[in-house]
């Protein structure tokens, strides 16, 4: 839901070559099932899907350099964090690094590239559908409390925007997408807005029990081991 | 699909939805869904296993995606996807058929 000016310095600062699309109403949710980012979607030259969304990175990590500054106060303390845990308990350790492992992904694109169908990470239509995301009746109406709340946000109906969130988050509570986008614009809000409003997305200290939502990313994520936060998915 | 009225013409379904209304039912990629009552959107909505979410202030209604099959994906055919970019120029996914294609969905915060 983000205004186009918050994409824009990242499109401009990579100059791509391929199409940079905007997505502000989630539609790559309700039609793919993305419920996290960054999330990778492989198609083939039929318009066959030959990967469902899953996460995925590119090689390296190219950040602006206001990004990088912030990313690495952050890393370390990460870094300090997950040697305490290895040392404290070295099963949950190994829990935590069972996420993807993110320098084989551009490996496997590449080898889709090459060999097509042949490559073993290509999948067939029916596995294609089996590794897609869950979705029973309850996730629908998740995803239609979601569509509503970014339809009232935007409307300037803000309390009842926040009811259909808290909903949505009731109803699809591994949707990170969900979350984030709730948590982001009244994070931003509490932060007074500016370049890094929307990066906050909690509460600020002391003013917890304005908080109008269950969790907050710092809560969830620290509670959620790496593997659950992103799927292996190869 | 957000909506005022749950009586949406067959067209607006097939655009909000992406599921076409045909004589053999409700169709996305390679799969049709018969629709025993005809069409309405509301029975399609059944049929597909779609909620059908109304806000009681604002009198609109949400019409959540399909979950009949259990799987957010009920076929391996991409479906159309039409975005803009920066500028506002609209972008078709089905415009890069023949070459591979992989969507990164990334989000700036």
Redesign the interface.
Known sequence: M?D?E???P??EAANPTH?????PKH????????VN??????????????R??EP?WPPGDDYPDWLREFLDGRDEAVEKKAAEIEAADPELAARMRGGQDRDAYPDA?RD??RK?SDSAFAMS?EQ???A??????????????F??AN??WT?G?RE?AIS?FNEAHRLQPDNW?YK?QAW?LVGNEEAGGGEMG??N?GPLPGAEDDWPFAGNFVAESSATPAGDYYPATM | ??TTTPEISADEFASGT?WEIKPEGACKGDVCVPLPDGYSATHAAERL?????R?D??G?I??????L???????????E?V????SGNE?R??S??????????????
């Open positions: 983000s186009p918050a994409s824009r990242f499109i199409p940079s699309l905007l997505d539609q790559l949710d309700a039609l793919f099932g993305v980012i960054p999330n990778v979607i492989w198609i083939d030259e039929a318009g066959t899907i030959v469902p969304p995925g694109i889709w590239a097509g239509p294609v559908l089996e897609s995301a869950d979705r029973g009746i309850d996730k629908s109406e998740g995803a239609a409390h569509e509503l339809h009232l409307a109906e009842s259909h997408t984030r982001s929307r990066f997305q | 699909m957000i992406g296993g779609m909620a059908v979410v806000d202030a604002s609109l949400a019409f959540g995606p399909e979950s099959s259990g799987r957010a994906l009920v076929s391996a055919q991409a479906p996807v975005l803009p970019d920066l972008f996914l089905s890069l058929r023949g070459k591979k294609v992989v969507v990164v969905a990334w989000a700036p915060y």
